[in-house]
């Protein structure tokens, strides 16, 4: 987690610094974090605040980084890696597997 965290933050000085950046790097940014904050909170059971593809603000990023590790935190903390969990995707359709399946990828 905290190589992804890191490399989180050289990505937001980057995006935060220049002026020119590409609106498809922007777009994927927000996808890494929107993936992120998605896949915590359904690891969690919650509601996510986020669709995956939602775009917003250079000057968000930060914000959102840090509740995103600090989901992700709690998820360390809290769920077996070995927990299976259920959530529904954003089409409705239901998903089951464990905790392990889906932590991994988003850091």
């Not at 059971?45 to 593809?53: H, I």
């Not at 939602?54 to 930060?62: K, S």
Request: glycine share 4%; proline share 4%; net charge negative.
């Amino acid at each position: 987690m905290h190589y992804t965290q890191t490399a989180d933050g050289k990505l937001i000085a980057i995006f935060q610094r220049e002026e020119n950046i590409s609106p498809k790097a922007h777009a994927l940014f927000c996808h890494v974090l929107n993936a992120q904050h998605v896949w915590a909170c359904r690891i969690l059971g919650r509601q996510p605040k986020y669709t995956v593809w939602e775009n917003y603000e250079v000057g968000l990023f930060t914000e959102i980084s840090k509740e995103n590790f600090e989901l992700l935190d709690q998820v360390l903390q809290t769920i077996p890696i070995d927990r299976e969990i259920s959530y529904a995707t954003f089409a409705g359709e239901s998903i089951y597997g464990h905790c392990q399946r889906y932590f991994i990828p988003c850091v």
